[in-house]
């Protein structure tokens, strides 16, 4: 980028202001200081860059976002594409500052097509709400990240989000079957197709999802619906270790049964949990399943059965299904407040996200369990167990020097031991800035070099989210 003087910045800044504004209109900007602070950090808390133009735009259609990455491309000045700011690996931070391309004003559902099963949509829609949507007509997207209700489409197509249901029913990118992509010169693309099968060319639709808008700027998505199952209801099984929450999980797999989730607390987010939101949680306990059924009526009463009899025999000391509609979504905040609760035992909280094989959750649990020991931090193990995505939360205070150092040796270890398991970085938070340094640890050389020339291929100028994901 060329170097500018103190007034050659100044004057600069104040062209890109107006350019921005003739094509976005007044009303569409921020510049003042405090409001673009606003937009400077995600839950990851990566502050923003002083030293590069910054300024948050509103973007209303697919041509305006075109016409401002023409402008970025031209002054050579990133672009960072931001939905709700909710990713934990500092995926939408600005750390070379820029332009920040909000997209909650392209928060449109064009079509909910019950014949077809689709769906487009802007990518500003947030997760819940369609959901809710297409619930109306009988149909269900089952993509839930555990902060559905602010996630956007856009943030999930970028990491492609997963969240408790994906052990049944897969990830977002189970459920992309066409993007609207503006490149990072301003060129618009369409990438895959309104069909159920498409061969047709390479696979854009499937590398543009969880590529955290490093490769182009995703502005229209075309999602798969299914219908929505009849009936679902929610469990949960106490153990009195991890290891036999563990067994008891592959004990269900085996026997043919299919949840569509299979989560895991162990006993610290039991007891963080219940301090914040109580709904008797039994919170002596070393760990508890959280398993949900799907289907219809008598198929998920003889799956409850069946599961609960299963993980008696496998160590679970007490087995509680929600007794009514109201219980289960009351366990259900309480899982979803998992990472609100331990927030009240430090100023900060950082959620991580690895994956290993199933059969070596348990070798990950008391791994972490020993890294945060070594490393005196508070920890809390959490995850989807159902697919071996396990987040640990680790609450600390970013201020304290030696917490913070503490903190980012602990995480290497916790990648290098993810890694030795047979398992990787992460599972749906993705990579952002956070961890791209540490992709040598999953990856080697060649697939690295592989990837850089992919980059430079959608992005020669290196202009869309700098520093993410490589």
């Known amino acids: 980028m060329q170097i500018l ?33 606003a937009y400077s950090f995600d839950c990851a808390h990566i502050p923003f860059s002083k030293k590069y133009p910054k300024i948050v735009v509103f973007p209303e259609n697919t041509m305006q976002v075109s016409e401002i990455a023409k402008l970025a491309n031209r002054y050579l000045i990133p672009i960072i594409p931001r939905g709700a700011g909710s990713n934990h ?27 077809n099963l689709t769906c487009r949509v802007q990518p500003g829609v947030v997760v819940g709400e369609l959901q809710k949507e297409v619930q109306k007509i009988g149909l269900f997207f089952p993509p839930d990240p555990s902060n559905l209700a602010v996630s956007t489409i856009g943030g999930g197509i970028a990491l492609s989000s997963g969240g408790p249901r994906a052990f049944k029913y897969g990830t977002f990118k189970d459920y992309v079957i066409d993007l609207e992509v503006v490149m990072a010169d301003g060129t618009i693309i369409r990438t895959g197709a309104q069909t159920a099968k498409n061969v047709t060319g390479y696979n854009l639709t499937q590398l543009i999802t969880g590529s955290e808008g490093t490769l182009g700027i995703v502005t229209e998505a075309v999602l798969k619906l299914i219908p929505s199952p009849e009936y679902t209801n929610v469990m949960l099984a106490y153990f009195e ?32 949990i219940e301090d914040f939101y109580p709904v008797g949680l039994q919170t002596d306990k070393e760990a508890v399943l959280l398993i949900e059924t799907d289907g219809d009526i008598v198929s998920v009463e003889n799956q409850q059965n069946k599961i609960s009899d299963i993980c008696k025999k496998n160590g679970s000391t007490f087995v509680d299904c929600a007794r009514n509609e109201e219980h289960r979504l009351k366990i259900w905040t309480a899982r979803r407040s998992s990472f609100a609760a331990c927030a009240k035992l430090a100023p900060n909280v950082i959620t991580e996200d690895v994956v290993v094989p199933r059969s070596q959750i348990a070798a990950l649990a008391k791994g972490i369990i020993h890294i ?5 931090l508070i920890t809390m193990i959490m995850g989807h167990i159902g697919d071996g995505n396990i987040h640990p939360n680790f609450a600390l205070d970013l201020r304290d020097e030696k917490q913070k150092h503490n903190f980012e040796s602990a995480k290497k270890e916790l990648f290098e031991l993810a890694v030795k398991l047979g398992g990787t970085l992460s599972g749906e938070h993705g990579i952002g800035c956070q961890k791209a340094n540490f992709l040598p640890i999953a990856l080697d050389k060649a697939t690295l070099q592989l990837m850089s020339q992919i980059k430079k291929v959608f992005d020669p100028n290196y202009i869309l989210n700098p520093e993410k994901m490589l």
């Open 5 to 37: 003087t103190k007034q050659e910045y100044a004057t600069f800044d104040e062209k890109l202001t107006r350019d921005i504004i003739q094509i976005v209109g007044k009303d569409n900007v921020i510049t003042d200081i405090e409001g673009i602070y």
């Open 89 to 115: 690996a500092g995926g939408c931070a600005p750390v070379k500052g820029g332009i920040i391309l909000h997209f909650s004003k392209m928060n449109k559902i064009f079509e909910i097509n019950n014949e």
């Open 241 to 272: 270790s991890i290891e036999s929450a563990v067994n008891a999980v592959s004990a269900i797999i085996n026997n043919h049964m299919t949840p569509s989730v299979v989560d895991l607390l162990d006993k610290k987010t039991l007891q963080t």
């Open 372 to 376: 945060s020991e070594k490393y005196n």
